[in-house]
């Protein structure tokens, strides 16, 4: 494992264009590239920008160099973000420019979470970005793109009403970029009001808000129907989620869980990411009685030594976290636990590592993300004075990656020799090969696996647990139909 986590790798969004029938008549076909990078709650945004764009004559196409708009939807969390995303546009300026001699016209927008911290400024540094939109009004993509045609020198908009987004979205049956195979991510919660030192999450997705029960069930039912056989609820604090349900009853994660249990032909449901404090009773007793809940948690705690969790506005110390694995533990026995650790923060001491390691060898994870403290612009943390040298953070986290990938090996090899139900997702490398998640969420690789499983369940015995993935046989008797 590297200093990157899988969710950090620039994302595109799946499958082909929208179909033309989208398009209102008499509209020009317009093409569309969005380019994604970070969290998976991007991820979901791209798709829904997408979706508003559909109804408005825009087809999803796959290079920028198809496009009539390229958006790149944007991510703060790592260091020189900003600086990337303005390298990136400096070629996109060069292509516009070329276009731009031959007659034709190309937009560029910047849109998540790079938008919304530079705002202004973006459109100052890099003059040929026509449109600057946050993660909160994006449902809003339509209005500036007319307001672009009809000859606006460039829009800015990066306010925050997230209500309003999530209400102004297409309806589920609406949602076709959602639903492009077995499985989709589902936005239940956004923003964080909890303020880490080191984090700009809750200043570019601003304050907590959950979506309604009815609409989230509406929208889980649709990608059941559509062939959606795993669904990843998604949160910057999924499990602080409290939406209203019909009744206007406050409804927990765990409630929520229950309810998306009930769906028929949704087999599987799974969340990201928690924070330790939102960890209940209800969502923990979830994983003890929903069979469809998978016994896998991300549950970051960032570092070990208490002394740091409290620089770093955690609210939580080393030890109540581990009472709190005790307790999942007694819930769900087998339940893989994976985290996030940052390393390095201003001051951590020697010894302050030494306590992340212990905490690391007590849970023992079966797999982690892992990265050296970056300051942020605009985070308590980042104007502390004592920031570590950037070799001591290199080889604290060289440290504890080789700690956490010992601990992803162990878990990976105890797998052998199990039959678990694996749903293929994937094509693999071989003619014949899927590759699909364990419930532990592991990637599981099948060589000469029937064509018919591709999006499906099937019950496989693991012959070997490697570093990042499994390998495994159809066990053939126990395929499912469903
Ligand atoms: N809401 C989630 C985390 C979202 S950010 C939570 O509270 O767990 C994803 C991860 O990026 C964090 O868990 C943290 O480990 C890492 N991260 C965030 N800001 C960082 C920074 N300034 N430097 C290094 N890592 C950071
Ligand atoms: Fe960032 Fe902390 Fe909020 Fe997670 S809980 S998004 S790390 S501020
Ligand atoms: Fe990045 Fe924003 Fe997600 S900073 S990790 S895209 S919430």
């Known amino acids: 494992m590297s200093d990157t986590s899988a969710?950090?790798?620039?994302?595109?969004?799946?499958?082909?264009?929208?179909?033309?029938?989208?398009r209102p008549a008499g509209a020009p076909a317009r093409k569309i590239f969005i380019k994604t990078y970070g969290c998976q709650m991007n991820v979901y945004d791209s798709a829904r920008m997408a979706d508003v764009m559909a109804p408005n004559g825009y087809a999803e196409v796959e290079t920028p160099e198809e496009a009539d708009f390229i958006l790149l939807n944007t991510c703060h969390i790592r260091e020189k973000a900003a600086e990337k995303v303005y390298s990136e546009l400096g070629r996109l300026r060069r292509l516009k420019e070329e276009r731009a001699a031959k007659g034709e016209r190309l937009m560029i927008g910047v849109a998540g979470c790079v938008a919304q911290a530079e705002?202004?400024?973006?459109?100052?540094r890099a003059p040929a970005v026509d449109l600057v939109v946050g993660p909160q009004t994006y449902h809003r993509l339509p209005e500036y793109v007319a307001r672009l045609d009809n000859g606006s020198p460039g829009i800015v908009e990066t306010e925050f009403p997230v209500e309003a987004k999530f209400e102004s979205l297409p309806m589920a049956e609406k949602r076709k970029t959602l639903a492009r195979g077995a499985t989709a991510f589902l936005t239940v919660q956004e923003g964080c009001d909890k303020f880490c030192a080191f984090c700009v999450v809750p200043y570019t997705r601003g304050g907590e808000y959950s979506r309604p029960v009815t609409r989230l069930l509406g929208e889980a039912e649709a990608l059941a129907q559509a062939g959606v056989r795993e669904v990843t609820l998604l949160g910057q604090n999924v499990n602080a989620y409290h939406g209203e349900d019909d009744a206007g009853r406050d409804t927990t994660l765990g409630g929520l869980i229950r309810r998306l249990a009930e769906i028929p032909g949704l087999e599987r449901i799974r969340y990201t990411t928690s924070h330790p404090r939102d960890m209940d009773d209800e969502l923990i007793a979830a994983h003890a009685e929903v069979d469809k809940l998978m016994p896998y948690l991300h549950l970051p705690v960032q570092a070990g030594s208490d002394r740091i969790l409290k620089a770093m506005n955690r609210k939580h110390t080393a030890e109540s976290y581990l009472r709190l694995i005790e307790r999942i533990r007694a819930a769900r026995p087998d339940i893989a636990m994976s985290g996030d650790f940052i390393v390095g923060f201003p001051g951590e001491t020697e010894e302050d590592f030494q306590a992340t390691l212990d905490l690391v060898s007590e849970v023992k994870y079966a797999q982690a993300y892992s990265f050296k403290y970056s300051p942020r612009p605009g985070t308590p943390a980042a104007t502390e004075e004592d920031q570590l040298a950037e070799e001591v953070k290199s080889e604290r986290l060289q440290r504890l990656q080789a700690l956490l990938n010992e601990q992803q090996l162990a878990f990976n090899r105890a797998c052998a020799g199990r039959v678990m139900p694996v749903l293929?997702?994937?094509?693999?490398r071989g003619d014949a090969q899927l590759v699909g998640r364990s419930p532990y969420l592991q990637s599981v690789h099948v060589d000469e696996a029937p064509e018919e499983l591709f999006g499906r369940l099937a019950e496989?015995?693991?012959d070997e647990g490697h570093a990042n993935s499994l390998r495994g046989r159809i066990v053939e008797k126990a395929v499912q139909t469903a």
Not at 10 to 20: A, F, I, V
Not at 119 to 124: F, I, L, N, P
């Open 119 to 124: 705002g202004e400024e973006m459109r100052r």
């Open 460 to 462: 496989v015995v693991i």
């Open 424 to 428: 293929f997702d994937r094509r693999g």
């Open 7 to 22: 969710s950090e790798q620039p994302t595109q969004p799946e499958g082909p264009g929208l179909e033309s029938s989208d």
